[in-house]
């Protein structure tokens, strides 16, 4: 039989794989999330801001400021600072009650919605993907979007 010690051993280096191939996966979604922000951005006529789609944290707010003048009339010129706000609070409130940290995923896909709304036909899949995936799927949305034309102006 096996021992103690090699079935720990056995776990940890399971474990170890699992790891490094969680971290595999994630900067393939990040390189992907940046080349579709990054093209898209520039497409958008927003040259001077598509570097941050390279910048962890700050690619995440490039997607407010991409449908600044695209979402709901009541908050035009304001989603980004709402978004600002909403990512804050999902960090602090989080802190004490969990589903709380959902209020900046909720804006994000928002702000996807009206960006997808731009660059596809299947808006309601791409955003209700993005919403089952937790936000995972974005970064290939955006990677299929990076060569499309505008198919609408909102």
Not at 72 to 93: D, Y
Not at 112 to 127: C, D, E, G
């Amino acid at each position: 039989m096996y021992s103690e010690d090699s079935i720990i051993l056995g776990l940890l280096a399971v474990l170890g794989f699992l790891i490094f191939f969680f971290i595999i996966i994630g900067i393939i979604f990040y390189v992907l999330n940046a080349i579709g922000l990054f093209k898209i951005a520039k497409k958008m006529g927003k040259e001077d801001l598509a570097f941050m789609a390279w910048i962890p944290v700050a690619n995440s707010f490039l997607v407010p400021i991409l449908v600044e003048n695209d979402v709901h009339e009541e908050i035009r010129g304001k989603f980004t600072l709402i978004f600002a706000i909403s990512f804050i609070a999902s960090i602090i409130l989080g802190w004490f009650f969990t589903p709380f940290s959902f209020i900046y995923l909720i804006a994000y896909l928002y702000g996807f919605y009206f960006l997808a709304k731009k660059f596809s036909k299947n808006v309601v899949a791409h955003t209700v993907i993005g919403a089952v995936t937790l936000g995972a799927s974005t970064a290939i949305s955006f990677f299929m979007f990076r060569n499309r034309e505008p198919i609408q102006d909102i």
